[in-house]
């Protein structure tokens, strides 16, 4: 028999769990007919049929069903070698990340040049989306790490929480720079998160209960869209104090107090937890290391 090959149980596992070659493919970032091939060398190699074709996909036989513990000790196996042994300087990995605005416009720089000082081979994509989007992409296997609003409520997710980013309440100076200057809420248009947003709902919530249905939002996808506005005299805004300190300092926004601040909003860098991968547990562990020296 010949010997067997790590890469041919991975995507036996893939295979296994997702039931079909092309949602395999995916998680595996592979070609179908890749994972195709792998198979059925792995097949060959034991001389038995793993799977059982049909129209609803791929069902294990009996001994792929055995053979199922058996890989996944292999890839436990391979995980503990890469932790431990695999020198990180030696790896060359894709890893997928996927970040909210509020974190690519604070400490993502610092995040990912500590990740290729540690893994200086490593190659990084990186999507700025909504949390919701992220999530998705994340589920989907699009992403391998997203830092987004977080913790994701389920049982294939592992969590990394990550520091709260506290909100504060900024206007234009105006003609009044006096940060005690009293700001009617209800007469100013409020900029704030995109929609679908727990940010979003959040202070709409909070601002109809105070002022009722006749509050202004302007919501925004871009963060740096709802600083200009309130900037620019056209707005209030419940925004990230760490990145509005800059604007503070210059003169070009001040902090006010209406009597209530919106709760801190929540991050947390969030990866599947099956197949493990060290690298994507350490680039979480990195993330919270980077994040608590910005709090």
């Known amino acids: 028999m ?8 991975q995507t036996f596992l893939a295979v296994a769990q997702y039931r079909t070659v092309s949602k395999a493919a995916d998680a595996l970032n592979l070609t179908q007919p890749a994972v ?14 793993l799977f059982e074709r049909n129209a609803k996909g ?19 196996l391979s995980n503990l070698v890469e932790e ?73 997710v592992d ?11 900024f206007r234009a100076p105006g003609e009044d720079p006096d940060p005690a200057a009293p700001v009617d809420l209800s007469r100013i248009p409020i900029a704030t998160y995109a929609k679908n947003t727990r940010p979003y709902r959040e202070l709409r919530a909070a601002m109809f209960e105070r002022f009722g249905p006749e509050v202004s939002l302007f919501p925004s996808s871009s963060l740096s869209s709802c ?4 900037e620019a005299g056209l707005c209030v805004g419940a925004l990230p ?13 001040v902090q006010f107090d209406p009597g209530w601040v919106p709760a801190p909003l929540q991050f947390s860098a969030s990866y599947l937890s099956e197949p493990r991968n060290h690298l994507v547990e350490s680039a979480a562990t990195i993330a919270r290391e980077i994040s608590l020296q910005e709090a």
């Open 36 to 49: 195709t091939s792998r198979i059925k060398a792995l097949e060959e190699t034991l001389g038995t049929a």
């Open 159 to 169: 969590n990394t929480v990550l520091p709260d980013v506290p909100l504060a309440w």
């Open 241 to 253: 104090m760490s990145l509005a300190d800059r604007s503070v300092a210059a003169g070009r926004l």
């Open 84 to 156: 431990r042994v695999v020198d990180a300087h030696a790896v060359e990995q894709l890893l997928r990340l996927g970040v909210s605005e509020t974190i690519a416009q604070s400490w993502l720089p610092d995040f990912v040049g500590a990740l290729r000082a540690t893994y200086p081979r490593l190659k990084i994509e990186i999507s700025v989306d909504i949390s919701l989007n992220l999530r998705q992409q994340l589920m989907g296997r699009e992403i391998d790490l997203a830092i987004l609003l977080g913790p994701i409520s389920e049982y294939t």
């Open 58 to 76: 791929m069902r294990l036989t009996q001994r792929g069903d055995l053979l199922v513990h058996y890989a996944q000790q292999f890839q436990h």
């Open 227 to 230: 600083f200009r506005l309130v």
């Open 2 to 9: 010949r010997r067997l090959k790590l890469d041919h149980l």
